[in-house]
Structure formats: structure tokens, C-alpha cells
Antibody, heavy 122, light 114 residues
Framework: EVHLVQSGAEMKKPGESLKISCRGA????????IAWVRQMPGKGLEWMGS????????KYSPSFQGQVSISADKSKSTAFLQWSSLKASDSAIYFC???????????????WGKGTTVTVSS | DIVLTQSPDSLAVSLGERATINCRSS????????????LAWYQHKPGQPPTLLIT???SRETGVPDRFSASGSATDFTLTISSLQPEDVAVYYC??????????FGQGTRLEIK
């Protein structure tokens, strides 16, 4: 069965760093892009960026460029989302999702992780 | 960026009745390689991850009940639930993947039972 396993909930203080993970299972990890999607409390879905684990090619939403870092370790079938200095406004649920691709383009999100809740509070 | 605007923001429909959600794009999202519209629909229930319902504007994913259908072209798209069931209560999102450097979602439509 194809699934994405995300790391557990995190509680952090403003200014701290954080790296959350998303491990793919049941499919060839390097054949698909992995997207990260944010859902702030009571709000909608926002695409943050995507990574192609085969070569670590990365695309960021302009809204998140420079705010987060997306990486992957293909040997561990795992993608990561990282912050160097968290803010209270980073409190949200973060989903990873698999994206089929063709001709170097990624498409919709067909398999989703359960989400990682990040709470940033002093 | 391509902006997707859904209407209505919320919708209350009686069980067994039809629910219709609209999604308008700020520009055409026709993918010239396959001549299909680059639009997906998702269902999002509280406490769960979103579920993919529809791709390429009208192709239902495997396992999605056939009461869900979608249509549209160019800039106007529709998701229809033909006979609302209790398990369909959720927030529904459209999403365009026409521009790989800037995927966008609609703001969401909350569907409830009247």
C-alpha cells in the first residue's frame, strides 16, 4: 500500500529551528515529486513547494521562498521541511503529498500524509 | 499567480439532494500537451488529510463514488455531488497545476447538511 508517514507533532519556541519529515512507502520514491502544504488554524490549503527526490530539484511558492527549506534523502525515501528560526505565525498543520509528474512537470497530489502539527509559542 | 475563486464559500444541502460547487480561474489552465484542463478537486474532512477526488477537471479517481462528478473548461469548473450523503460533509478545494512554479488552491467551500 502506498503511504506517506510524517513525523510527530512539535512544540517549539519562537526563534528555534525545526526539521520535520515525510517518508514514502509502497512505491518508488524517486519517481514522484513530494509537495509540502500548509494549513493554518481555520484556514485553507497553501502549497509551499515541491521536491523531486531523484535529483533534489526544488520549486518553491513565492510566498514561502526564503522562509523554509525543502530537502530529501532518497536513500531513506524521506523528504524534509525545515525552518531556521520559527515564528508564532508558523503554527499550522503541515501535510506532505505525492505528486505524479511528466515532462519535468508535477501535477496534482494523489497521496497525502496525515499531517504534522507544529505549534510555536513562548 | 493564477487565482482560483470558489463559490459559494459555504453550502447547506439536504440529504439526497444535489450539491454544486464552482471554481473560477483567473486565466485559462488548458495544458497544451494533452489538451486537458489542469484542475483537481479535493475533499477535506476535519482531522484527516485531504483526499483527491478529480484530476484533469473531470477524471474521477479510482474508488471515488460515482455520485461525484466534475466538468468545465478554460476558466470555469464545477464539482457536483448528485445525491448528498452524510459522509460527504467536508470542505472541498479546487487546485490548479497549470503553472508548476506556483500551484494554487481555491479558498475552499464548506459543505454541510441542511
Amino acid at each position: 500500500e502506498v503511504h506517506l508517514v510524517q513525523s510527530g507533532a512539535e512544540m517549539k519556541k519562537p526563534g528555534e529551528s525545526l526539521k520535520i519529515s515525510c517518508r514514502g512507502a509502497g512505491y518508488t520514491f524517486t519517481n514522484y515529486w513530494i509537495a509540502w502544504v500548509r494549513q493554518m488554524p481555520g484556514k485553507g490549503l497553501e502549497w509551499m513547494g515541491s521536491i523531486y527526490p531523484a535529483d533534489s530539484q526544488t520549486k518553491y511558492s513565492p510566498s514561502f521562498q526564503g522562509q523554509v527549506s525543502i530537502s530529501a534523502d532518497k536513500s531513506k525515501s524521506t523528504a524534509f521541511l525545515q525552518w531556521s528560526s520559527l515564528k508564532a505565525s508558523d503554527s499550522a498543520i503541515y501535510f506532505c503529498a505525492r505528486q505524479p509528474s511528466q515532462y519535468g512537470r508535477f501535477y496534482y497530489m494523489d497521496v497525502w500524509g496525515k499531517g504534522t502539527t507544529v505549534t510555536v509559542s513562548s | 499567480d493564477i487565482v482560483l475563486t470558489q463559490s459559494p464559500d459555504s453550502l447547506a444541502v439536504s440529504l439526497g439532494e444535489r450539491a454544486t460547487i464552482n471554481c473560477r480561474s483567473s486565466q485559462t489552465i488548458l495544458y497544451d500537451v494533452n489538451n486537458k484542463n489542469s484542475l483537481a478537486w479535493y475533499q477535506h474532512k476535519p482531522g484527516q488529510p485531504p483526499t483527491l477526488l478529480i484530476t484533469w477537471a473531470s477524471s474521477r479517481e479510482t474508488g471515488v463514488p460515482d455520485r461525484f462528478s466534475a466538468s468545465g473548461s478554460a476558466t470555469d469548473f464545477t464539482l457536483t455531488i448528485s445525491s448528498l450523503q452524510p459522509e460527504d460533509v467536508a470542505v472541498y478545494y479546487c487546485q490548479q497545476y497549470h503553472t508548476p512554479s506556483s500551484l494554487t488552491f481555491g479558498q475552499g467551500t464548506r459543505l454541510e447538511i441542511k
